[in-house]
């Protein structure tokens, strides 16, 4: 895996797509930061003040090779998420990346037509089928999953669930995903969870691979679901992070068989049957 | 007005040639930040606490912000010695600052062993020349080979060499890859984190004078500022033999969640740090260099060159960045560029002329 870089970005776009839900673009420096992978975030500093303090990650949802252009999906929730939707674009942002381990292995090739080239993802090497399960903000990174997939001719079955329909993306890539919708309140879609609807209308075995990110609870019930039917559940975590590169031992959670992952460096993306949910 | 300035600091038998280090705990065993910094603009890494067994740490959360700060339960999840020796030492030798490792413990025992056993490693690695190892750090560093970015003005420290390996251009660590150790008698975070050590002086006198029988390498005790008197702690370690005191680990707080009536931290309590910690910092600085004549070195928010000078100013004659280094990894460097622009400004020749002398 290629070292991260810090370099001063220029905002393209900051605009809302859902209730509470934003996407922000941002140039990518070509040839000095690596190319993100799905799975993989990004960490920026929201202002110059104490307010927020820490350096913010973001999942990508999103690379455009031909115009290097990296988006991102956030939920406006706290104090430095208030001020990131403030910003416009043209604004300066200073942005580490790509950080964590992606769903993808990845090789940084970029063909004739621009398009970047994934090898083997780690969990496609069999499985025939694959359900992609978000849930709310977890649409992110899922989406960029969903169009790397694609792009590799990979059908993938994506799932994405909901409070009610006010947080359902207006954005192109999530229209692409030819999505599910579920929603609690059954106001569009499925009524339930993405759990509920996986659990009811999906058929899964050994040969599936099931991606999910979301909620813990979410995250609890569809490891759970795949992991009843022999199916693999890879799964994108959340955690408070600190120095975002591995130093700080900060964002660990408990794994299966005793001992701490980082969720910056061994994650963000695990194998669902390597985390101790019990103790999450 | 020339531009030469002294910023060099004695610590015992060794020399720092950069005072501004990067506090243990919050740069890892430094190759985490490969790619992300340039080694020459630090004056030491501090490494993470290296205990003589692997430590898991604490339970999750571990990490909480505050304002103007944050608070940490980590519990010196480390390695250990044996892996920080076979996995971590040669990549920090390679690097061309200062490495000092912080060791931690649960028992005097355990403090001794681990000194013993990086003494072992030292005795059958010097090779006498005052050259360090090279190891392949390509993918490392190198971004770092001259280009075109404000940030790596001073990149040409670190020349890549054809095989990809670096040439330390000389600088070392006393030829033996490790400048001297910071023994941490201050963790809040753990039961056994050897705070007991550091709130007791007739303990951390006798621990230090222990530890100063295995050791020429400049010992640093790390003090906590969870006392009442921090001068008695100080001066209990310069009677032990210490060679400098640093100050301050963090201070225990808690952070309560009251929709779910519970500490958002899975340990409850945990150490705070960063800008909000600095005045406390500062004052204990002041306050510790009055007690002892060995050389202080101060911590606690510092995350600008003038956050740092009021440490130098209070009697701090070198000093650790922690929490910024979260904040943007190039601290240290900033700082210790901005210390001698100051130095140049106010007609300063020697750092050491102006530690200490706010009365």
């Known amino acids: 895996m290629e070292p991260p870089t810090q370099f001063t970005s220029r905002m393209i776009a900051n605009g809302q797509i859902a209730e509470g839900f934003y996407e922000l673009s941002l140039a990518w420096e070509p040839g000095v930061a690596p190319i993100p992978a799905p799975g993989q975030f990004l960490t920026v500093r929201i202002g110059s003040g104490a307010v927020p303090l820490l350096r913010r990650p973001f999942a990508f949802a999103g690379f455009d090779a031909a115009s290097s252009v990296v988006t991102i999906i956030y939920q406006k929730r706290g104090a430095g998420t208030e001020l990131l939707s403030a910003k416009r674009a043209g604004e300066p942002i200073d942005v580490i990346g790509p950080l964590g381990t992606p769903f993808a292995v990845r090789d940084t090739r970029i063909d004739t037509d621009n398009n970047v080239v994934y090898n083997k993802y780690a969990a496609c090497i069999n499985p025939q089928k694959h359900i992609i399960a978000a849930g709310g903000i977890g649409v992110g990174p899922m989406l960029f999953l969903a169009s790397s997939l694609k792009a590799r001719g990979i059908p993938a079955r994506f799932v994405f669930g909901c409070r009610n329909q006010s947080f359902i993306p207006s954005v192109k890539t999530f229209a692409d995903a030819n999505p599910q919708i579920c929603t609690d309140d059954g106001g569009a879609g499925f009524r339930g969870t993405v759990a509920d609807y996986v659990n009811a209308n999906m058929s899964l075995d050994i040969n599936t691979t099931v991606y999910a990110c979301g909620p813990l609870p979410m995250l609890r019930s569809v490891n759970e679901i795949a992991r009843t039917a022999g199916a693999k559940c890879l799964v994108s975590l959340e955690a408070v992070m600190a120095c975002g590169v591995g130093a700080c031992m900060g964002c660990a959670v408990p794994v299966a068989g005793g001992g701490y992952s980082r969720v910056c460096k061994e994650g963000p993306v695990f194998d669902g049957k390597d985390i101790l949910w019990e103790r999450m | ?359």
């Open chain 2, 1 to 359: 007005m020339g531009t030469n300035v002294d910023l060099s600091v004695r610590i015992g038998t060794n020399v720092f040639a950069n005072p501004v280090g990067v506090a243990s705990g919050t740069f890892g065993y430094g190759g985490e930040y490969g790619g992300l910094v340039d080694f020459s603009d630090i004056g030491a890494i501090y490494t993470k606490a290296v205990t003589l067994e692997p430590r898991g740490g604490n339970p999750a959360p571990r990490l909480v912000e505050t304002p103007s700060g944050i608070l940490n339960s980590i519990g010196l999840a480390n390695v250990g010695v044996e892996k920080f020796i076979s996995d971590k030492l040669p990549f920090l030798k390679s690097l061309p600052c200062a490495v000092v490792v912080n060791v931690a413990g649960s028992t005097e025992d355990e403090y001794l062993r681990v000194i013993e056993r990086l003494e072992s490693v030292d005795a059958s690695d010097v090779n006498g020349n005052g050259t360090v190892s090279t190891v392949n750090l390509s993918g490392l560093l190198r971004r770092f080979a001259p280009r075109n970015d404000r940030h790596c003005e001073r990149s040409e420290a670190i020349q890549i060499i054809d095989n990809g390996s670096i040439d330390t251009g000389g600088v070392n660590n006393n030829g033996s890859g490790v400048f001297g150790y910071e023994i941490n008698v201050s963790c809040p975070n753990v039961n056994h984190g050897g705070l007991a050590f550091g709130t007791d002086p007739a303990q951390i006198e006798r621990l230090t004078s222990s530890l100063r029988r295995l050791t020429k390498k400049p010992l640093i005790i790390k003090l906590t500022p969870n006392v009442t008197d921090i001068a008695t702690i100080a001066k209990a370690a310069e009677s032990g033999g210490a060679d400098a005191v640093s100050l301050i680990n963090t201070l225990v707080g808690m952070v309560i969640d009251v929709k779910t009536r519970k500490p958002v931290l899975g340990a409850k309590t945990g150490g705070l740090s960063g800008p909000a910690v600095r005045p406390v910092g500062v004052a204990l600085t002041y306050r510790v260099k009055r007690a002892v004549s060995i050389p202080v070195i101060g911590m606690g928010g510092i995350t600008c060159a003038d956050d740092a000078l009021q440490y130098i100013l209070a009697g701090a004659s070198a000093v650790q960045i922690g929490t910024a280094n979260f904040i943007n990894p190039r601290t240290a460097g900033l700082v210790s560029a901005g210390i001698r622009e100051y130095c140049v400004n106010n007609g300063v020749s020697s750092l050491k002329d102006i530690c200490g002398i706010v009365e």
